[in-house]
């Protein structure tokens, strides 16, 4: 047998989430086309008759703008220092720059094992990954390159057998009908985060945190969820209700599907939106909201 955490690390969008979800065969990140939509290090779990990989997604690396991108950067740090392995997802789609190499180089001079995921195959040349392989080799990057597509599960099986080569001896850590560390109330939290994400555009997103106030299961089986959704300025709260309330409407019952399918059991859910000015900067409702140093 053997286990191990892998840390998986890279730039924001790149599609870390997004593999970490097919490579465990169940949704345990929230995806979205806008950089940090992952906001957390979570675990996911993928257990199998001779190996267990414990996949820990992280919210990557840019540009922190305010605390709370500050507190995920370093989210991210910390979760690259305390596993056996790093995978680097790349997006191939995107090139190669000078920032991905030095970043990727930094990653490698900590002395973890490391390989590169080279994802996103499926909406590019393929005359580009020799290219791309060898610029990364001639820049003294020379760690495993796996190309892969999570979206089209191309080459999915082969990462698997590589990473799980590549852990150490030992049994598994955690028990294996358990798929991720956070509990179904966070992951209900973050399917609307999710949502909203998906519905609307740059400047109102980001700003975005959902706050559960009631999650129970009643005795006929259906869930009651209560939540909040705070937002950052009295317009983007105009944003997000929309007229007559048909945004907040549509967004609350694309989430309310997505939570049942999670749960496998009806849901009844009122949401809130409510705004707490610069909410992102201040330490008492970053704690608050979840996001706990
Ligand atoms: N075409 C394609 N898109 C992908 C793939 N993996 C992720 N994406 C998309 O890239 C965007 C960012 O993905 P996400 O997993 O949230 O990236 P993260 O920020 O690194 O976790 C989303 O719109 C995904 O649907 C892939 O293999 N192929
Ligand atoms: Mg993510």
């Known amino acids: 047998m053997r286990s191990g955490f892998i840390g998986v690390i890279g730039k924001a969008n790149a599609g870390k989430s997004t593999l970490v979800n097919v490579l465990v065969g169940e949704k345990v990140a929230i995806v979205s086309p806008k950089p940090q939509t992952t906001r957390d290090a979570i675990m996911g779990i993928l257990t199998k008759p001779d190996y267990q990989l414990v996949f820990v997604d992280t919210p990557g690396i840019y540009k922190a703008g305010s605390r709370l991108a500050a507190q995920m950067v370093k989210t991210t740090e910390t979760a690259a220092k305390d596993v056996d392995f790093i995978l680097y997802v790349h997006d191939g789609h995107g090139g190669v720059s000078d920032g991905d190499i030095a970043l990727i180089k930094k990653y490698m001079s900590d002395g973890t094992p490391m390989a590169i995921a080279y994802t996103k195959i499926d909406i590019m040349p393929k005359e580009n990954i020799p290219a791309d392989v060898k610029k990364f080799y001639e820049n003294g990057i020379d760690c ?67 706050v559960i106030n009631t999650f129970e299961k009643q005795e006929n089986g259906v869930y009651e969820v209560n939540l909040d959704i705070i937002c950052e300025k009295p317009n983007h709260k105009a944003i997000l209700i929309g007229k007559q309330g048909s945004a907040i409407k549509e967004v609350s019952s694309f989430a309310r599907k997505d939570m049942e399918k999670f749960l496998g059991a009806k849901v009844f859910l009122t949401t809130y939106v409510k705004v707490k000015e610069d909410w992102r900067n201040r330490p008492n409702l970053l704690k608050d909201f979840g996001y706990d140093d």
């Open 144 to 210: 495993d390159i796996l190309p892969v597509s999570a979206r089209k599960f191309t080459n999915i099986g082969k990462l698997e057998e590589y990473l799980a080569a590549k852990m150490p001896e030992g049994d598994k850590v955690i028990a294996e009908d358990i798929v991720s560390d956070k509990s179904e109330k966070f992951m209900v939290s973050e399917i609307m985060r999710e949502k909203i994400l998906l519905k609307f555009g740059q400047e109102v997103p980001h700003g975005i945190a959902v």
